[in-house]
């Protein structure tokens, strides 16, 4: 119990400075303040929720002490709530009764685990959840937030051009940056689970089996409430954009998913690692390549991609 909660105030400590790094203006604290969550995430899946829970508010509070009591609830907001969350779902199952072996006449019992996908449908929730509330302390409606927007990126952009073209690109990137900021927010947090997992592993502490990652999936009504959020767009004002920062989150779940239904479906090819290092370049270097991704992932989910390649594939040989 004493090593638990050592952990959990080392996890939190770990964090709470990772966090506040920012606040140092070098460029390296930037990837410390979005590694945040790690330290918190690895308590929670590799010692338990409860851990991460008492690290991040101890964090939290020593936050608020140091330096303000926004510092606090950004804190708690966007680090340590969702570490502590998604730390349990990962390490949560319920007993399943798994189809009976050859040879056994009973059937073997099992741990249904929380699927992955849904995971990732968390992640796109805790995007839109940390996007959105950092939107809202520049102001309650769209014109005064698209304001502050600009107001910052022409503080940060020094561009040599003409003022009318510096407008220009000022106000494109504040257009996108609503959308950008979310996709950013999901990425990180997706890696942060991703090293958790990873190290927990390593280190003997991940007491579930590794998942499948080709197989994850979104949960079917995802694809529903991506219409909704899409239709939303295009109304004005505040809810649309909220809707397209949730738009953003999920087709970057649906992105992920694609990359799923393309590992899958090369799984036979003896290029395989060439089509999948290709594939991975591409989307890194340039970008909007990821829209295809989430296409093959919204198609995965309407047409059972990955289904129907089971299903076309040669059965096993049986043993002799």
Not at 118 to 132: C, D, E, K, N, Q
Not at 258 to 270: P, Q, S, Y
Not at 273 to 281: D, E, K, N, S
């Amino acid at each position: 119990m004493m090593i638990d909660l050592l952990i959990a105030i080392a996890a939190g400590c770990a964090s709470a400075l990772m966090f506040a790094s920012i606040s140092s203006g070098a460029l390296i604290s930037l990837l410390l303040f979005y590694l945040a969550p790690l330290p918190l995430l690895l308590a929670a899946i590799g010692w338990g929720p409860a851990g991460a829970a008492i690290g991040g508010v101890l964090a939290g509070g020593a936050l608020g002490l140091i330096f303000s009591l926004p510092y606090l609830a950004a804190f708690l907001l966007t680090v340590a709530l969702p570490a502590w969350w998604l730390g349990r779902l990962a390490m949560l199952g319920r007993p399943a009764t798994a189809p009976s072996t050859p040879g056994s006449a009973t059937p073997v019992e099992a741990v249904e685990w929380y699927p992955a996908g849904r995971l990732l449908l968390w992640i796109a929730g805790f995007a839109t959840l940390t996007t959105v509330s950092a939107l809202l302390t520049l102001g309650s409606d769209s014109e005064t937030i698209t304001a502050g927007l600009r107001h910052g990126l022409g503080r940060i952009i020094q561009m040599p051009s003409s003022p009318t073209e510096a407008e220009q690109i000022i106000d494109a990137l504040a257009a996108i940056a609503p959308a950008a900021a979310a996709i950013i927010a999901m990425t990180t947090l997706t890696l942060n689970l991703w090293l958790a997992a990873t190290v927990a592993s390593a280190s003997g502490r991940l007491r579930r089996p590794w998942p499948v990652l080709r197989d994850v999936a979104m949960p079917p009504m995802t694809l529903v409430a991506l219409c909704i959020a899409l239709a939303l767009c295009f109304t004005g004002g505040l809810p649309a954009l909220i809707a397209q920062i949730v738009t953003a989150a999920l087709m970057l779940g649906y992105a992920l998913t694609g990359f799923a239904v393309l590992h899958t479906i090369t799984l036979n090819l003896r290029s395989r690692g060439v089509m999948l290092g290709l594939a991975y370049t591409v989307v890194l270097l340039f970008g909007w390549p990821v829209i295809a991704m989430a296409a093959l992932g919204m198609a995965d989910a309407l047409f059972g991609i990955r289904q129907r390649h089971r299903q076309r594939q040669p059965p096993p040989l049986s043993a002799p």
